[in-house]
């Protein structure tokens, strides 16, 4: 948990250049499988003999494809080659305000998944691809682990609108270098 009290689960992956965009469009679409609560449409992404779950939508689809561009071009573009794709589940509430009158997003979720890209040579190219087929195991049993667990089911707040695919706003950043992109 982070100092505002909702829970943060961190993901870490070592990536080569060939399947980063692969790899984090599986691992995004996975988190948002997990944690969806409309009627969602699946689909798989099978990453080095992982199959990873998915969401057949297209706007979910759209958002994951443009943060992964942004991330690609953030790191491909500078020296930096480490970088995170925060995933943020927030719900809305009436804001508490003398002179305001709306409504504000309180975040009771997020996911961190920091990334970083090596380039294995020849060589190393099989145990590489091994450690990051045993990393995406692992990283869906964190996903399944948490949101089954009491406290990932409990973090979830109640839900009053369930007319769409989300019934709470989803907000991913893309930062590299520390610095947001957009």
């Given at each position: 948990m982070n100092v505002s009290g909702h829970p943060t689960i961190t993901i870490d992956l070592v990536?080569?250049?060939?399947?980063?965009?692969?790899?984090?469009?599986?691992?995004?679409?996975?988190?948002?499988?997990?944690?969806?609560?409309?009627?969602?449409?699946?689909?798989?992404?099978?990453?080095?003999?992982?199959?990873?779950?998915?969401?057949?939508?297209?706007?979910?689809t759209l958002l994951v494809e443009e943060k992964v561009d942004a991330f690609w071009r953030g790191?491909?573009?500078?020296?930096?080659?480490?970088?995170?794709?925060?995933?943020?589940?927030?719900?809305?509430?009436?804001?508490?305000?003398?002179?305001?009158?709306?409504?504000?997003?309180?975040?009771?979720?997020?996911?961190?998944?920091?990334?970083?890209?090596?380039?294995?040579?020849?060589?190393?190219?099989?145990?590489?691809?091994?450690?990051?087929?045993?990393?995406?195991?692992?990283?869906?049993?964190?996903?399944?682990?948490?949101?089954?667990?009491?406290?990932?089911?409990?973090?979830?707040?109640?839900?009053?609108?369930?007319?769409?695919?989300?019934?709470?706003?989803?907000?991913?950043?893309?930062?590299?270098?520390?610095?947001?992109?957009?």
């Amino acid at each position: 948990m982070n100092v505002s009290g909702h829970p943060t689960i961190t993901i870490d992956l070592v990536l080569d250049r060939q399947q980063t965009k692969e790899v984090l469009r599986a691992v995004l679409h996975a988190i948002l499988f997990h944690r969806l609560f409309g009627t969602v449409k699946p689909q798989t992404f099978e990453v080095l003999d992982v199959t990873m779950p998915g969401v057949d939508d297209k706007e979910i689809t759209l958002l994951v494809e443009e943060k992964v561009d942004a991330f690609w071009r953030g790191v491909e573009g500078g020296a930096n080659k480490r970088g995170q794709i925060l995933v943020t589940f927030s719900e809305k509430r009436p804001r508490k305000s003398w002179f305001l009158i709306g409504e504000e997003e309180i975040p009771w979720e997020q996911w961190i998944i920091n990334a970083e890209i090596r380039q294995p040579s020849d060589r190393e190219r099989q145990k590489f691809n091994a450690d990051l087929a045993a990393t995406l195991t692992k990283s869906l049993e964190t996903m399944l682990v948490h949101s089954s667990s009491e406290k990932g089911r409990a973090a979830v707040p109640l839900i009053t609108n369930a007319s769409s695919i989300s019934p709470f706003p989803i907000k991913m950043a893309v930062k590299v270098g520390g610095v947001e992109l957009a």
